[in-house]
């Protein structure tokens, strides 16, 4: 018998903006860095002590340059399963 529980399908997503000063930098970098994050993660739990977890994340950045429309860039994607059971000699 599968269950599921809503309460246990968190679903999380953030987006951080970073604005820096090019010029007291060494290295050229970006004056500004956006970056979106998703994850979801979805479980079963088959009995008392068996459950089994499905998770997807993701993590975009803007990939356009300065004074230019916003463009996303997909840079990773993550998919894991995991299966939690307790063990009796």
Do not use: C
């Amino acid at each position: 018998m599968w269950h599921f529980s809503a309460h246990l399908t968190p679903v999380a997503h953030a987006t951080s903006s970073t604005h820096r000063n090019p010029s007291l930098n060494r290295r050229p970098v970006d004056a500004r860095t956006l970056r979106f994050e998703s994850q979801l993660i979805v479980s079963y739990q088959m009995n008392g002590q068996t459950a089994a977890f499905l998770g997807y994340s993701s993590l975009a950045r803007d990939a356009s340059s300065e004074n230019v429309a916003l463009m996303i860039a997909r840079q990773n994607q993550t998919i894991f399963l995991k299966l939690a059971y307790a063990w009796r000699p």
